[in-house]
């Protein structure tokens, strides 16, 4: 059985929600760490200048992107727009498109 590509794109939507449950634990533990005391700031500063941690901070943000995107995409499709399967193909190239603009501009912006 082959999916369609509406069908990758509902299924990646679901999936980048469950990452960014547990991206927000990592964001909350950051705020946490950066409000705590000046100690607690400046090690987050110097984490902030990791690498790794420049990863993880980079695919959440990649996440809430293409999760945003397609949570749009899909409370227009509820209003009754788009509804056909040519518009929905249509529709998901447009979010992954803007997705693969916006996360490269978010890496930019990161490192």
């Known amino acids: 059985m ?3 590509i509406t069908a990758w794109a509902s299924i990646t939507h679901r999936a980048t929600g469950v990452f960014l449950f547990a991206g927000i634990a990592v964001l909350l533990w950051a705020l946490d760490s950066s409000l705590s005391d000046q100690a607690g700031f400046d090690a987050l500063g110097e984490m902030l200048s990791h690498p790794l941690f ?3 901070i980079w ?10 995107l397609a949570g ?3 409370l227009v499709m509820d209003m009754g727009i ?3 399967m040519a518009a929905g193909i ?9 997705s ?12």
């Open 59 to 68: 695919a959440v943000v990649s996440a809430l992107i293409y999760h945003s």
């Open 82 to 84: 788009g509804e056909t």
């Open 90 to 98: 249509l529709g998901v190239r447009i979010v992954v498109a803007l």
């Open 54 to 56: 420049k990863l993880v």
């Open 2 to 4: 082959r999916l369609p």
């Open 72 to 74: 749009i995409k899909h």
């Open 100 to 111: 693969v603009v916006l996360i490269l501009l978010a890496g930019i912006w990161i490192w």
